[in-house]
């Protein structure tokens, strides 16, 4: 009992860490920006946009482009991006004799399975590619949410699930990489970290959008819900977090010491 009054003390001391810009505010902002994207498409809004963009793409798609930006996408695919956090994660924990390493990618899928995942089942919204390819709709028909009369392999459309898994893994990958370094004497400098946080969220937004593999909605609204648990897990104070101690037997922290005071 004594050792639950313990654990249940040190939970409650533990204090979220910090994230830029600071505050919640911005957080609301991604929120709300996400609901009103939502709302909008609910009530019939944007389409035009979205199939602007669409015609767009597909009249200016010669077979170059369509190579470059069909390769430049798989730095979304979350598999690949989850594996390579993982094994990070694996070297993190066995250089710090700790399984804490591990708890950012085990959050990261979750997060990804299990939000992501609703918000593609609860919209069912059809792919811009729906008119051409199974199941065959009517290009306005490919347009409007909640069309859930359709098999769900084809409406899974929003959000974009590459342009989430490219920026909450690259952030998850950068956090477990810059510490692994700092195990080696070495540190992961500032802007290497920024540029891989930010280019490929950029690329795999454009790309996507471009291959007409979504509406430009879909990755705006994956773009706010990826910055939103981007926050959320860069919040969690993983080296806080209680873990029996056969498992947390090393001595140094998760957090990189560039990362806990650049932040």
């Known amino acids: 009992m004594a050792e639950m009054r313990?654990?249940?003390?040190r939970w409650r001391a533990v204090r979220l860490r910090p994230v830029r810009p600071a505050g919640w505010w911005f957080d609301g902002l991604l929120l709300a920006g996400l609901v009103a994207l939502t709302a909008a498409l609910a009530a019939g809004h944007l389409f035009g946009l979205d199939r602007a963009v669409a015609d767009w793409s597909d009249a200016h798609r010669p077979a170059t482009a369509y190579g470059i930006a069909w390769t430049l996408n798989y730095l979304g695919q979350g598999g690949p991006l989850a594996l390579v956090a993982i094994g990070i994660g694996v070297l993190l924990a066995v250089r710090l004799r700790s399984a804490r390493?591990?708890?950012p990618p085990v959050a990261g899928v979750a997060l990804i399975y299990l939000i992501v995942g609703a918000l593609k089942v609860s919209t069912a919204r059809p792919a811009p590619s729906a008119s051409v390819r199974e199941p065959f709709l009517a290009p306005e028909q490919t347009l409007p949410l909640f069309q859930h009369e359709l098999p769900l392999e084809f409406t899974r459309s929003y959000p974009s699930g590459h342009?989430?898994?490219t920026i909450v893994w690259y952030g998850?990958?950068?956090l477990l990489l810059a510490r692994l370094l700092e195990t080696y004497g070495?540190?992961?400098p500032p802007r290497m970290a920024t540029a891989v946080r930010v280019v490929p969220?950029?690329?795999v937004l454009t790309t996507?959008?471009?291959l007409g593999w979504h509406w430009l909605t879909d990755s705006i609204a994956g773009l706010l819900l990826g910055l939103l648990l981007d926050r959320v897990?860069?919040?969690v104070p993983w080296d806080d977090v209680p873990l029996p101690e056969r498992v947390d037997q090393g001595r140094r922290g998760l957090i990189p010491y560039s990362e806990e005071t650049g932040r």
């Open 101 to 103: 390493p591990l708890l």
């Open 201 to 203: 969220p950029l690329v």
């Open 6 to 9: 313990q654990a249940t003390t």
């Open 233 to 235: 897990l860069h919040r």
């Open 163 to 165: 342009v989430v898994n």
């Open 208 to 210: 996507t959008t471009y």
């Open 172 to 174: 998850v990958i950068v």
């Open 186 to 188: 070495r540190t992961l």
